[in-house]
């Protein structure tokens, strides 16, 4: 079983910085995927940001430029970096991890999910 527990959301005003971090415990052999997740009021949970093992990086093109999502694999921790936020990012942002555990069984687990708001 492999808990994540997320940190960092709140409140921050337009053009704003927020940083979202989100640590794996639980008998974790190797993490692969790690991921951001959003989901606004009435719309669809949808990818922010995904870093794989080997670090490379894909993002939605609404935060492309203004968001980055990076590792500590040492930690199984993932974290995201929000510059110049607007508030359409505002949502609630929950990580995912996707692994395999020291058993040798594959893992894939959510945080619980955290808010962040955009307002002036």
């Known amino acids: 079983q492999v808990q994540l527990v997320e940190s960092g959301g709140g409140l921050v005003q337009p053009g704003g910085s927020l940083k979202l971090s989100c640590a794996a415990s639980?008998?974790?052999?190797?993490?692969?995927?790690m991921g951001w997740y959003r989901q606004a009021p009435g719309k669809q949970r949808e990818l922010v940001a995904v870093?794989?093992?080997?670090?490379?990086?894909e993002y939605a093109d609404s935060v492309k430029g203004r968001f980055t999502i990076s590792r500590d694999s040492a930690k199984n921790t993932v974290l995201l970096q929000m510059n110049s936020v607007q508030p359409e990012d505002t949502a609630v942002y929950s990580c995912?991890?996707?692994?395999?555990?020291?058993?040798?069984?594959?893992?894939?687990?959510w945080g619980q999910g955290t808010q962040v708001t955009v307002s002036s």
């Open positions: 870093v794989a093992s080997d670090e490379s990086a």
């Open positions: 639980g008998r974790i052999s190797v993490v692969d995927a």
């Open positions: 995912n991890e996707k692994g395999q555990l020291s058993s040798g069984s594959f893992f894939a687990s």
